[in-house]
């Protein structure tokens, strides 16, 4: 079987300090981070960054110094940037990472309600997202919330707004979006062309049996403290690392080995 690729998640827009002691937010402290899920299995990072008051931004001074603490403490990790930063945020806003040319960045494949809030991707948006990756040669991972989602990226590939090979997150669990239920992870799987990759992160509580399902269908698995606060119920995780470990050991389990940064990048077809 392929090697599982392991994404960690490490701060996201929504988990708080005082929610997760152990949230990184500071650049320093998302090197560290990084290193440690890299220590215990990640090959790619999934970044936002926080301003020094711990809210949500898309300063491009602040991802610099991320990206550039991330690269100190764990050479080599693929660093795939988030533009769809916090609910509300403007798409200007939200395109501005890629200025720095990352490896990967999400690109949202549309709207949901997402918990008391609209997660607003318009599909104008979505085209021109896609356009600065193409212009910056930034693989788009495709974040999908619901099924109908899986038919927009389909057209924004017969489009050319997007090439091959598709690369899909499945983020289930979203208030408003599917639920981790494992069958809706089945049926997005049917639904994808099969020369794409995919992988699964699971929101809350649904993590864990999503991810452990992943590693015997093929697919990759995205855990961390953006999409997930504890390590059992009522648990709290110790750090992003802990939560990626127990992905590597069950992997282990599994007899599917664990993607190093290089296989990764051989796997998804980037240039080291
Ligand atoms: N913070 C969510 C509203 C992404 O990184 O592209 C959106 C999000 C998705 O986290
Ligand atoms: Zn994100």
Redesign the pocket.
Known sequence: MNALIITCAIT???TTREKQPALPITPEEQGRAAKEAFEAGASII?L?VRDDSGKPTQDLGRFRDSIAAIRAAAPGIIIQI??????GESISNRAKPLELKPEMA?L?CGTLN?GDDV?LNHPKDILSLAGLMKKHSVMPEL?VYEAGMVESALKLRKDGAISDPMHFQFVLGVPGGMSGDIRNLVHLVSLIPQDSHWGVAGIGRFQLPLAMHAIPMGGHVRVGL?DNIYYSKGVLAKSNAELVARVSRFAKEFGRPVASCKEARALLGLKA
């Open positions: 996201g827009a929504e999934h936002h988030s533009t769809g930063g916090a609910v999400s949202n997402f997660f974040e953006e």
